[in-house]
């Protein structure tokens, strides 16, 4: 679908102009401020709408203005009056029908009709990857954000990893120790006991001798006793009683022992050097365990961003591209292989016309700002539409109306293809 005829009136530098161009090459031509842009901005305001409108679409001085689009199979008519405007879309031929919802239904074919591929060449490398995602439908946005998401999780995990090497080097660790520190409230209940215990012992063994004490003198005195048995008769009786009282009294002590409390005395001693070499060996256990877990940690999430990466590459692949051999690097746009701002000025036109043609596959119209583009540029621009059967208008700025449909003071003065027919 392009366009076959165009009719303006008091469109903005426009008084009344007509033009059915003839070919794929629409040049419009004429000097600056003459109403070129006006010719092409009419077709976008006719065709498009909303933000396409001009905010003065009315030649200064008129109260009206209107633009009628032919396409052919349809034509389109936008009026203008006061800051008002209507649009009809009605079908030709035998039976003519107006469409219910004409800008909708414009919405579905025009496509991006102001696409400049020279516009398109000038923007970053960033810019058109972005454009060119945009039309393809491909929102990596949600890939890119999971992956560096995952790099940031992994690098916080290999930094932790790191740590706990580095902890567990750092730490000494001390063999055959238990596992647990020691409490020494056990030992000091225990020293209690033996220092209580060689206590009684100590009583004991005062007592003893005290008794025994008491049994040598009672023996000397059964010796004087002796000496005089017949003086000491009762005394002696008396004696004897009270020895053997004795004698039974002491066989009734038990034999007693004492502890050595050295050796607990010196595990009090080591006991916080040796609880500390356990904590230090609890410490090493556990960072080398959680060294371990970093290191699969860290790999899982490799494998995660791999997976996200090959799900990006995917939709990547699965795209069609506008043009054959054109990919969507990180960075911005490659052809072949060469990221597309290495390529020649006259390959980059190509392209990107290409990709222009491509963004509009119904109303194959374009629009071109030709001013930096020489006769060569021209004539790969016209085979190139030509080949695809596309329509590309083109605003020149020149002296001379000899080129194309020359505008001036907002009126068509000259149309070469006429002339050059006549």
């Not at 419009?28 to 065709?47: F, M, P, Q, R």
Request: one cysteine or more; a neutral charge.
């Amino acid at each position: 679908m392009k366009i076959l005829k165009l009719m303006a009136e008091n469109f903005k530098r426009l008084s009344a102009v007509e033009i059915t161009p003839d070919g794929n090459v629409v040049v419009i031509s004429g000097k600056n401020e003459a109403g070129k842009s006006s010719v092409l901005d009419a077709i976008e305001a006719a065709l498009c709408g909303g933000r396409n409108l001009p905010k003065q679409p009315i030649k200064r001085g008129e109260h009206r203005a209107k633009v009628v689009v032919d396409m052919g199979e349809y034509k389109v008519t936008r009026k203008f009056l006061g800051t008002n405007s209507t649009l009809t879309v009605e079908t030709t031929g035998e039976t003519k029908s107006k469409i219910s919802s004409p800008q909708a239904f414009l919405d579905g074919v025009v496509g991006d009709i102001s696409f400049d591929p020279l516009a398109f060449m000038k923007k970053s490398p960033a810019e058109q990857r972005n454009s060119l995602m945009e039309f393809l439908g491909l929102n990596l946005d949600e890939f890119d954000n999971k992956v560096a998401l995952l790099k940031v999780q992994r690098s916080d995990v290999r930094k932790e990893k790191e740590k706990r090497l580095h902890e567990a080097d750092s730490i000494t660790f001390t063999p055959g120790l238990p596992e647990e520190a020691q409490n020494a409230d056990s030992l000091l209940l225990e020293l209690d006991a033996i220092r209580k215990h060689n206590e009684n012992c100590q009583k004991i063994s005062t007592e003893k001798a005290v008794q025994q004490n008491r049994l040598e003198s009672a023996e000397k005195d059964i010796v004087s006793a002796n000496k005089a048995i017949q003086e000491w008769q009762a005394r002696l009786a008396n004696l004897q009683v009270m020895k053997a009282s004795l004698i039974q009294a002491i066989q009734q002590y038990s034999k007693v022992s004492t502890k050595d409390p050295a050796e607990v005395e010196s595990k009090i001693k080591t006991l916080g050097e040796t609880n500390e070499a356990i904590r230090q060996n609890a410490r090493k256990t556990q960072a080398s365990i959680e060294y371990e877990m970093a290191i699969e940690t860290y790999s899982k999430l490799g494998e995660e961003i791999k997976q996200v990466e090959g799900q990006k590459a995917r939709k990547m692949a699965e795209a069609v591209m506008p043009v054959k051999g054109l990919t969507i690097q990180s960075d911005g746009l490659a052809y072949n292989g060469i990221p597309l701002e290495q390529e020649c000025d006259s390959k980059k036109l190509k392209i990107c016309t290409a990709i222009a043609m491509a963004m509009n596959p119904k109303l194959k119209v374009l629009r071109i700002n030709g001013n930096e583009l020489d006769t060569d540029s021209l004539k790969s621009i016209g085979e190139l539409v030509a080949g695809k059967d596309y329509q590309v208008w083109i605003e020149k700025v020149t002296d001379s109306n000899t080129i194309g449909f020359y505008i001036e003071d907002g009126h068509l003065i000259g149309d070469q293809n006429e002339k050059e027919t006549n």
